[in-house]
Each structure stands twice: as structure tokens, then as C-alpha cells.
């Protein structure tokens, strides 16, 4: 039986201001849970499961001994869980360090600007593993990559790439070694670009595109052709149209 105490402190965690506190974060369900586990880049703390999932992940259990890992029943799940339906299983997992500084070139480096939707960043995580994209650079002004719908939609992604949050104009001025490629309604074709071996490409707000200043830094806008009259793509959309053409 979880105690009330903790059952209010794990509620508290799908808030920033707590998570950060604690440097802890949630996962849940029976995809995310175990891949972040198996990933060895966060130490998990604690994990609270139905009877079902610990009977049918007896193997993985053994191999934390360190993890505290508790038998719940429904109505405790769902008292702690983030989800509108809880699934099987929660953990609480530590945060990992911030990323130190990383070279850009001969690679593709994905850049942020302001994707303030959780489901959009996690969807963006979630892309840049399936093209083999290493680390991400978010604005200051990205959703939080451990708020549990990043963590959630991530399928696990999240234990693979490397988010570092900085004040992106900045940093774009001082990575100017590879060309720098801002997503764009007026821009050359992407069907035009050859496949690339390095470069940054940047993606903007949902609603405003890229700002401005972090503009001010790109080598050359890039756009995908429409067709009909949509105004716009969603920019997780977008961004893996884009990383499919690239790659």
C-alpha cells in the first residue's frame, strides 16, 4: 500500500518545479518503463507495478537489485499515474546530467525553437532516434523534456538522445562551422538538397515558426512543397518530412 505522503509527492512530480526539485522524473507504461530501464542512461528509484507486469517481468526485476519495486493494485496506479488510463506500470527515475558541449560536425544536429507542446517535443525526440540523431538543441523556451507527456511520447526515445537547453540564437552564432538550416515557408525545395552529412537544422514554434533572432542565423531557409492550401505542417511533421529528405 503506498502511503498518502507518497502518494502526494509522486502526484507532485508531473510539475517542473517539483521534478526539478527532487531531480527525478516519471514513466510509465509497459513500452516506455522497461526501455528506459534497459537503457542505462537514468538510474530508476523506485517502481510501482500490477501484480500482472512484476509476475511477467520477473527477469528484469532481478536484474535491479537496487530498485525498489512494489506490487500496487488499480485504484493505487491510478492515484499516482499522469495518464487519463493508467498502464501497468510507473517508475520514478533520476535525471541525468546536462549534455556538456558537442561538436556539430559530421553529423546532423536537430535544433528547437520554442515547440512548446509536450506531445511535439516527445514526437521529436522520438524522430530524431529513428534517424540516428544523437543530441538535440533546445531554446529556453522548449517544454521540459522530463514533463511526463515529453517522457510518455518519446516511447523510450528519450533514453537515446541528448537534449541541451540553451539560449539558441547564441548558440547558432558560435556553431557556424557546419551550415545552419532553418525551416521555412519561403525557402529552397528540399527535394533540391542532396543527402547530408553534417548540418543543423532547425525547427520553429508551432504557431510562429522560427523567431526571428535564431533566423538571423541561418545559412539558408529550406521548405517543403505544398500541394493544397493548408497554412502550415505541425512541426513534428514537418521536421521528419525534412530528416527523411536529408538523410
Same mark, same amino acid.
Given at each position: 500500500?503506498?502511503?498518502?505522503?507518497?502518494?502526494?509527492?509522486?502526484?507532485?512530480?508531473?510539475?517542473?518545479?517539483?521534478?526539478?526539485?527532487?531531480?527525478?522524473?516519471?514513466?510509465?507504461?509497459?513500452?516506455?518503463?522497461?526501455?528506459?530501464?534497459?537503457?542505462?542512461?537514468?538510474?530508476?528509484?523506485?517502481?510501482?507495478?500490477?501484480?500482472?507486469?512484476?509476475?511477467?517481468?520477473?527477469?528484469?526485476?532481478?536484474?535491479?537489485?537496487?530498485?525498489?519495486?512494489?506490487?500496487?493494485?488499480?485504484?493505487?496506479?491510478?492515484?499516482?499515474?499522469?495518464?487519463?488510463?493508467?498502464?501497468?506500470?510507473?517508475?520514478?527515475?533520476?535525471?541525468?546530467?546536462?549534455?556538456?558541449?558537442?561538436?556539430?560536425?559530421?553529423?546532423?544536429?536537430?535544433?528547437?525553437?520554442?515547440?512548446?507542446?509536450?506531445?511535439?517535443?516527445?514526437?521529436?525526440?522520438?524522430?530524431?532516434?529513428?534517424?540516428?540523431?544523437?543530441?538535440?538543441?533546445?531554446?529556453?523556451?522548449?517544454?521540459?523534456?522530463?514533463?511526463?507527456?515529453?517522457?510518455?511520447?518519446?516511447?523510450?526515445?528519450?533514453?537515446?538522445?541528448?537534449?541541451?537547453?540553451?539560449?539558441?540564437?547564441?548558440?547558432?552564432?558560435?556553431?557556424?562551422?557546419?551550415?545552419?538550416?532553418?525551416? !521555412?515557408?519561403?525557402?529552397?525545395?528540399?527535394? /533540391?538538397?542532396?543527402?547530408? +552529412?553534417? $548540418? &543543423?537544422?532547425?525547427?520553429? #514554434?508551432? @504557431?510562429?515558426?522560427?523567431?526571428? !533572432?535564431?533566423?538571423?542565423?541561418?545559412?539558408? /531557409?529550406?521548405?517543403?512543397? +505544398?500541394? $493544397? &492550401?493548408?497554412?502550415?505542417? #505541425?512541426? @513534428?511533421?514537418?521536421?521528419?518530412?525534412?530528416?527523411?529528405?536529408?538523410?
Amino acid at each position: 500500500m503506498i502511503s498518502k505522503s507518497h502518494t502526494k509527492y509522486i502526484q507532485s512530480l508531473q510539475h517542473k518545479k517539483f521534478r526539478d526539485e527532487g531531480l527525478v522524473f516519471i514513466a510509465e507504461g509497459p513500452k516506455v518503463v522497461p526501455e528506459l530501464l534497459m537503457g542505462g542512461k537514468f538510474i530508476c528509484k523506485e517502481l510501482f507495478a500490477l501484480p500482472g507486469w512484476l509476475d511477467a517481468n520477473r527477469s528484469l526485476v532481478r536484474q535491479f537489485p537496487d530498485t525498489v519495486f512494489e506490487e500496487v493494485k488499480d485504484f493505487e496506479l491510478e492515484k499516482i499515474s499522469a495518464l487519463a488510463t493508467p498502464h501497468e506500470v510507473l517508475a520514478v527515475f533520476e535525471q541525468s546530467p546536462a549534455p556538456a558541449a558537442f561538436d556539430t560536425r559530421n553529423r546532423i544536429t536537430l535544433a528547437l525553437d520554442t515547440i512548446q507542446d509536450p506531445g511535439n517535443l516527445g514526437t521529436l525526440i522520438r524522430l530524431a532516434d529513428w534517424f540516428g540523431i544523437s543530441h538535440i538543441v533546445c531554446s529556453t523556451g522548449c517544454a521540459d523534456r522530463y514533463n511526463p507527456k515529453v517522457v510518455q511520447s518519446t516511447m523510450g526515445s528519450l533514453g537515446r538522445v541528448e537534449l541541451l537547453y540553451t539560449p539558441l540564437a547564441e548558440w547558432l552564432q558560435v556553431n557556424n562551422k557546419v551550415k545552419r538550416y532553418g525551416a !521555412a515557408l519561403d525557402g529552397t525545395d528540399i527535394k /533540391k538538397l542532396p543527402a547530408l +552529412k553534417e $548540418g &543543423i537544422i532547425v525547427i520553429g #514554434n508551432e @504557431a510562429h515558426g522560427i523567431s526571428t !533572432a535564431v533566423m538571423d542565423c541561418i545559412d539558408e /531557409k529550406i521548405t517543403i512543397r +505544398k500541394f $493544397g &492550401i493548408a497554412e502550415s505542417l #505541425n512541426a @513534428a511533421v514537418a521536421a521528419g518530412i525534412i530528416l527523411h529528405q536529408v538523410t
